[in-house]
């Protein structure tokens, strides 16, 4: 039995409470039922059976009230400012908390899983230097798109069984999905703040189905993170708070894919070649020793976007942007984003002959890039150059922000 039907079978069983193990605090209120309904179990049973069907790796249900905790987490998160530019995360707080905000009449939430677990170790290719690294999740075709299309086919499956109305989920609306899944039973949240399943480890996207059906909720996922930290230790710009917490404003996920604002000088150079998100804290994680490369192909990695050479995305012009990433979630960033990405990149990557290259950025129309490149300039060419090229750009620079980029290099 692979490991995949071994957690299907566990998510589908119905067990006896006394032989449950003790639910974790992030589920605590939630109610078990003791006896479930003869129906409602075989409908459950289907369910996780036709999920398995459509690719999905782990199935879990949990009641919408069981992530209380979670709610005031967020709160305290939020409070902290530890989500950045996300001001989306304050104005849906208090839908965030409570997925009955989004369907009052769900009884159930069904979370899911499909991995995404890459063949090779992705923190080999940080010494690559010359290529830009790609997050793993973002190598292959959208996850939102794979998912929601099977998700909508599972929820229409489910709806045409039980009559009850069904709402799905990817990341698109105000649910906390790593919660839901760990009160699900798919597994817990790491001390990265990321799900792990002792099945298929971290490499895992997650969705969830809302609905008014009622179904036999499985056991929380226990925490078997024990005295381990490597995810704490190995993140290279220490956006680890404390366990358990992350401050997005520090994570290279949030400064090279969501930050629309100028990367702060201090994560640059830890930034090293990571030019779309950062996979470190999964990739050190001991639990992905058991997961199995994904199943799903539309996720493998494809050559043009499998750690592009930094010369060629710096070179990157809008179409051929949009060509070259069309159907991955580096599309919705936008080429001045990656290039601004690029170009820190190059400035980590010590070889001057992409000079040229990063010069031709000091014209281009977006203050993003051109920043980026006085940076990179500053850490490639030698002082002299330099000195002439500020003498040449700094005058007709009208930026604020790209007029301090010449202006700090060359204190
Ligand atoms: C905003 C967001 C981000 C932000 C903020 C991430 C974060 N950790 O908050 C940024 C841009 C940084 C980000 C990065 C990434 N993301 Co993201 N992101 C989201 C999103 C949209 C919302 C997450 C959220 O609500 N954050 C708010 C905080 C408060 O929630 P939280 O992390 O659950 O916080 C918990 C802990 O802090 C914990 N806690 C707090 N204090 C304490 C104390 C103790 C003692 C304990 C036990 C717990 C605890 O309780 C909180 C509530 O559960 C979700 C999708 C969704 N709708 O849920 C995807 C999602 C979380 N992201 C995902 C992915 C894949 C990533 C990246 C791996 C992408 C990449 N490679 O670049 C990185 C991982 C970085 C990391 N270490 O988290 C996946 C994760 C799948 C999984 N296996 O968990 C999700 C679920 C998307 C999906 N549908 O698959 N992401
Ligand atoms: S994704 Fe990278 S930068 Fe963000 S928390 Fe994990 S290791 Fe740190
Ligand atoms: S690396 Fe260690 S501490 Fe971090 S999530 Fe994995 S098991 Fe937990």
Redesign the pocket.
């Known amino acids: 039995m692979s490991n995949r039907d071994r957690h299907f079978e566990r998510s589908s069983a119905t067990a006896s409470p006394a032989l449950l193990p003790p639910r974790t605090t992030q589920t605590s209120i939630s109610k078990q039922t003791d006896v479930a309904p003869a129906e409602a179990v075989a409908l459950k049973e289907a369910v996780s059976k036709r999920a398995r069907e459509l690719g999905f790796d782990a199935f879990g249900v949990s009641r919408p009230d069981a992530i209380a905790l979670?709610g005031a987490?967020?709160e305290t998160?939020v409070a902290a400012g530890h989500h950045g530019d996300?001001a989306w995360m304050e104005t849906t707080l208090e839908r965030r908390r409570d997925p009955k905000a989004l369907m009052p009449n769900a009884r159930s939430v069904i979370a899911v899983a499909m991995s995404y677990a890459p063949d090779t170790n992705p923190m080999e290719a940080l010494s690559q230097t010359s290529r830009g690294l790609i997050?793993v999740?973002a190598k292959g075709r959208d996850?939102h798109d794979v998912l929601k299309g099977r998700l909508k086919q599972l929820a229409g499956y489910l709806a045409s069984r039980s009559g009850e109305d069904v709402k799905v989920f990817?990341?698109t609306a105000p649910?906390?999905?790593?919660?839901l899944a760990a009160a699900g039973g798919i597994g817990w949240?790491g001390k990265?703040?990321?799900?792990v399943s002792r099945e298929h480890g971290?490499w895992?996207?997650?969705?969830a189905i809302l609905t008014a059906a009622e179904l036999p909720p499985d056991t929380a996922g226990r925490d078997n993170c024990g005295r381990c930290q490597r995810c704490l230790d190995v993140c290279p710009t220490a956006a680890f708070p404390a366990p358990?917490?992350?401050d997005?404003r520090r994570?290279l996920?949030?400064l090279s894919?969501?930050s629309k604002a100028h990367i702060p000088v201090e994560f640059r150079k830890p930034m090293g070649n990571r030019v779309y998100?950062?996979?470190d804290?999964?990739a050190v994680c001991p639990w992905n020793k058991f997961a199995s490369a994904a199943r799903e192909a539309k996720f493998a990695a494809r050559v043009e976007t499998d750690n592009p050479p930094i010369a060629e995305l710096i070179a990157i012009d809008d179409r051929a942007f949009r060509e070259r990433f069309a159907g991955t979630p580096v599309k919705r960033t936008g080429r001045d984003r990656i290039v601004r990405n690029a170009l820190i990149a190059a400035g980590n990557s010590q070889d001057r002959t992409m000079i040229p290259l990063v010069e031709e950025r000091l014209k281009d129309e977006s203050e993003l890039v051109r920043a980026m490149a006085v940076w990179a300039l500053s850490q490639l060419a030698d002082p002299d150059h330099f000195a002439d090229l500020r003498k040449a750009y700094l005058p007709r620079e009208a930026d604020p922000d790209v007029r301090n980029e010449w202006e700090a290099q060359s204190a």
């Open positions: 979670a987490r967020l998160y996300m997050s999740y996850y990817v990341d649910l906390m999905e790593k919660p949240q990265h703040t990321n799900l971290s895992l996207f997650l969705g358990y917490q992350l997005a994570c996920a949030y894919i969501e998100g950062c996979d804290c999964l």
